[in-house]
């Protein structure tokens, strides 16, 4: 097992060795190298303007929450209102209608 293990090993460094020798020892693997360069600087530059849009994007999603917050909390409140309202009402409990006559002794 061990043997397989040793062969992956050396394979997979003879892999990346000849990436590297790619990437740093031929015309194409430098202009490459530019290019990512070049790539890495333009999202660098990017990111303030891409984080003020993301603080924009949050600013919008936090008032739009708390709009919804305020609009349940007045919801919430009527309700609270209309059912206290409604045990604050006297109530008629229904007569019984009587079958008998009360005797008066």
Sequence with gaps: MSNKHF????????????GLAYFLGTEQGKKL?????????DLAKNIPQ????LQEIKDTIAGQAKETLDAVKDTVEEAT????EKFE??????????YFKKSNN
């Design 81 to 84: 209102d209309a059912i206290k």
């Design 50 to 53: 891409d984080l003020g849009d």
């Design 7 to 18: 062969l992956a090993g050396i394979t997979l460094g003879a892999v990346i060795g000849a």
């Design 89 to 98: 009402e006297p109530v008629s409990l229904p007569q019984k209608p009587r």
């Design 33 to 41: 190298q530019k290019d990512i360069k070049k790539t890495g600087k």
